[in-house]
């Protein structure tokens, strides 16, 4: 093989080995929600939310997005069943930072360390 054809075999497998990785180059998240159109008005949209908050369909006004959970356990009894999680290592298997593939009723809940 002369050393023009191995030049041009050479330059052609680098142009094929730089450029396949801009094909697969794209945006995480698609723009086509800024192509929706609306065909109600702004006054409307916003009377609809005020009306859902005052009827309790969107509860937005809660810290966080998440309304208050009513227990009816008593707080000792959720003291010790936080208590005995703790020293079961359930607390430590829940925070442990996820070192396996394999399913978590695999793993012993005395692997979490």
């Known amino acids: 093989m002369n ?7 050479a330059a052609i497998t680098a142009t ?3 450029s396949s990785g801009a094909a697969f180059a794209q945006e995480a998240t698609p723009d ?11 006054a409307a949209v916003v009377a609809d ?6 009827n309790g369909l969107a ?4 810290e966080g997005y998440i309304a ?7 707080r000792a009894e959720v ?20 070192y396996s593939q394999l399913p978590a009723t695999t ?7």
């Open 79 to 98: 003291r010790n069943q936080t208590l005995q999680a703790i020293r079961s290592g359930e607390v430590k298997a829940i925070n442990a930072e996820v």
């Open 107 to 113: 793993l012993r809940v005395a692997q979490a360390g």
């Open 59 to 62: 509860q937005s006004w809660n």
């Open 16 to 18: 094929a080995l730089f």
């Open 32 to 42: 086509t929600w800024l192509q929706t159109s609306s065909v109600q008005t702004r």
């Open 3 to 9: 050393p023009t054809r191995q030049l041009l075999a």
């Open 68 to 74: 208050p959970l009513q227990s009816t356990t008593p």
């Open 49 to 54: 939310a005020a009306a859902a908050r005052l």
